[in-house]
């Protein structure tokens, strides 16, 4: 994958460009962020215009009780534990300073300790990862700026997605939240297990949803078009996660039941970035025989 996808003006400049107009394009991007950052800075009262959110955690959500796949952190894949496989992934991204594990449950937290990861324990009545990350993040002695959800039923999530979505959310202080995206394929269309996402030319989201959106009349998926599915990663400015879990629950929300959609119905502004990931999520055991035919074939070990 390129990271440097994430940014048009990198992108497009990169491979014709002398180190001249480089040092230009990075120069303005400076500027545009500076500006930036005073506005951020003013939203949030805060007054730090050097390495904005720069400290930064990744928050491995964990929890044994699933009404899909009970266990299913502590799966193996090749032999080894999926919420590991995530883990030793998460360990490689460069923006992280750290990077723990919050999880409720006895048996992970002692996987987890055994290969090595640090572990908070969070309570039972977490309803969700996000919910989990806050508890986990106020339970953390060390103040962090940006908080990365990465959901460990993404084994082969890169490192570099990881880090994608941090430097995001630190180029854009308007933003409160960011999140990745890759190609849909075809036949993920009308699948409402696969969330498509729509952003606008800054690369903020407009929407996501279950349905297919855009919507073509013909009523079917359009080869032509570069739909979106989004991924599930996530970081979240700390000081937005305080409030985040706070705000009432919101109509398109509770339609598509898809919690992000609290964020943009609140106004706020999420940053979105593409990346060539291929998606081998494990929502059901039938997924684990595929992830493994798939690292079998790839040679991943
Ligand atoms: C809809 O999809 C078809 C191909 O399936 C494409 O030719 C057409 O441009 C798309 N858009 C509209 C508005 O029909
Ligand atoms: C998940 O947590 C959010 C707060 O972060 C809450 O508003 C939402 O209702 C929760 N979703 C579910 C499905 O429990």
Redesign the pocket.
Known sequence: MNPMTICPALSSSSSSSGSSTKAWIVHGLVAGVAVAVAFGAHRYGMLRLKKFRSRVVGIIPARLASSRFHGKPLVPILGKPMIQRTWERAKQASTLDHVVVATDDEKIAACCREFGADVIMTSESC?????RC?EALDKLQIKYDIVVNIQGDEPLIEPEIIDGVVKALQAAPDAVFSTAVTSLKPEDGFDPNRVKCVVNNQGYAIYFSRGLIPFNKSGKVNPQFPYLLHLGIQSYDTKFLKI??????TPL?LEE?L?QL?VLENGYKMKVIKVDHEAHGVDTPEDVEKIERYMREKNIS
Do not use: H, S, V
């Open positions: 309803r969700n990862g996000t919910e806050n985040y879990p706070g705000l009432p629950p929300q039941d919690e609290k």
